[in-house]
């Protein structure tokens, strides 16, 4: 079974821009969460989405946003990038029906804001 | 509050065992996690355990979890070059619905000294 791939791996993007990253989840799961991962503030959730609802969101600004389609897939948009935007973003996804809850991590996407 | 804490760096000799701990504040967690993210990867899961467990082993590794203190480690015995990576310990938490999140502390670098 393939794993949980995010597209691009690697983005530059300068301030003022947006950008749109994508997250398929293994084929079968239906919650996909997305994490921010800095060098200063570590491993931030950003949000979930089950069945192409939001159901739980970190505390992130508006400019943080995210959807995901009927076959699971999910997209998030960052819009209007700050430098501080530059960070590993993760998507996770998780098997529906799992009783601990484990997430099954992508290899991320690296963006930089310049 | 949400904070799940643990020290930045471990350093220990190739073959001693390792020694991971972390703190959280949340007793209401049903899930406690140990994740692993080697160089340029998303993060895998090595093992969890659930609040009403006091220990769990596997292989080389062990949990232990003392709920009246939220305290958790992780022991890993015999420590080899490819345990180097950063383990980042995390808490599943329910808010009432079927949602949930995962906090995620700021991870421990673990580096192995020949």
């Known amino acids: 079974k393939a794993g949980v791939t995010q597209t691009p791996r690697y983005l530059i993007k300068t301030r003022g821009q947006q950008v749109t990253l994508s997250c398929s989840p293994i084929?079968?799961?239906?919650?996909v969460s997305w994490y921010q991962q800095t060098p200063g503030q570590g491993l931030q959730f950003l949000f979930e989405?089950?069945?192409?609802?939001?159901?739980n969101k970190g505390n992130f600004p508006g400019r943080f946003s995210g959807r995901q389609f009927s076959n699971s897939r999910s997209e998030m948009n960052v819009s209007t990038l700050e430098l501080g935007d530059s960070a590993l973003y993760l998507c996770?996804?998780?098997?529906?029906?799992?009783?601990?809850?484990?997430?099954?991590f992508g290899p991320g996407t690296r963006l930089t804001v310049l | 509050g949400e904070d799940v804490e643990q020290s930045l760096f471990l350093s220990v000799r190739e073959g001693d065992s390792s020694v991971i701990n972390c703190t959280y504040t949340?007793?209401?967690?049903?899930?406690l996690y140990w994740y692993k993210q080697e160089p340029g990867a998303g993060l895998q899961l090595l093992t969890y355990?659930?609040?009403?467990?006091d220990m769990k082993q596997d292989q080389r590794l062990t949990v232990l979890l003392n709920k009246k203190d939220k305290h958790l480690s992780l022991r890993i015995a015999d420590t080899q070059t490819g345990d180097s990576a950063i383990y980042f310990c995390?808490?599943?938490?329910?808010?009432?619905?079927?949602?949930?999140?995962?906090?995620f502390g700021s991870g421990t670098r673990l580096s192995i000294r020949p």
């Open positions: 996770a996804s998780t098997p529906t029906g799992s009783s601990y809850n484990e997430q099954f």
């Open positions: 084929s079968g799961h239906r919650s």
């Open positions: 989405y089950f069945s192409e609802t939001q159901r």
């Open positions: 949340d007793s209401s967690s049903t899930y």
């Open positions: 355990i659930f609040s009403n467990m």
């Open positions: 995390a808490e599943s938490k329910r808010d009432g619905s079927s949602a949930s999140k995962i906090i």
